[in-house]
């Protein structure tokens, strides 16, 4: 990448972390006005995408991505990532793997990995990543609250407690690992009563 275009790439990443979305888009379009096949203008389009949750788009532009460069792990990173947005877990984890294999143990690629791979069927594979991506990052909020709904789906209501409070140890204020947390005493107690009844009456 010449010097002129990665000084417009960082100035559209820093325009992303600010949120401004469109500003960043319309950055890397400038990119591309000169130079069709820049991977890096296609994956920030698509990323600014994802996070305005405009799919549609976000798929052109990472799809365009991947074809410039299928070996980029950042693009197949970030289709994954698209996929798994829109329920198409299969598709997901194909482009996930993909990723993973050109850039492995590196724990948001796993953590996308471990959780499509756990809607998709592959339950158990799904939470040996997403364990392996904790391992990895350990204060990783969003793969300590992706675990603890896998382990809730599963009923080990024990580790989805311990994984929720961890996450709340690390942001008192995440609301969803409470409202997380409450479901887990719920169904926890719920299931516990089912149990009971069930012994009474076999």
Known sequence: MSEERNFLIQEAEQLKMDGRHLEAIAQCEKILYSDLECTEAYEEIGDNYLSLREYDKAKKALTRAVKTNARSANANYLLGFMYSAVGDFKKSVKYLEIADGYEP???????????SLYHDG????????????????????????????????????????????NVLEIEPNNEKAKECLNAVRFF??????????????S
């Open 105 to 115: 143990n590196h724990p948001e690629i796993l953590r996308c990995l471990g959780w």
């Open 122 to 165: 592959q339950r158990q594979r799904g939470v040996v990543l997403l364990e392996r991506a904790l391992a990895l990052s350990p204060q990783d909020s969003l793969i300590l609250s992706d675990l603890g709904v896998c382990y809730l789906n599963s009923k080990k209501f024990d580790r989805a407690a311990t994984l929720f409070r």
């Open 188 to 201: 926890q107690h719920e299931y516990n009563k089912l149990k009971e009844r069930n012994k009474k009456t």
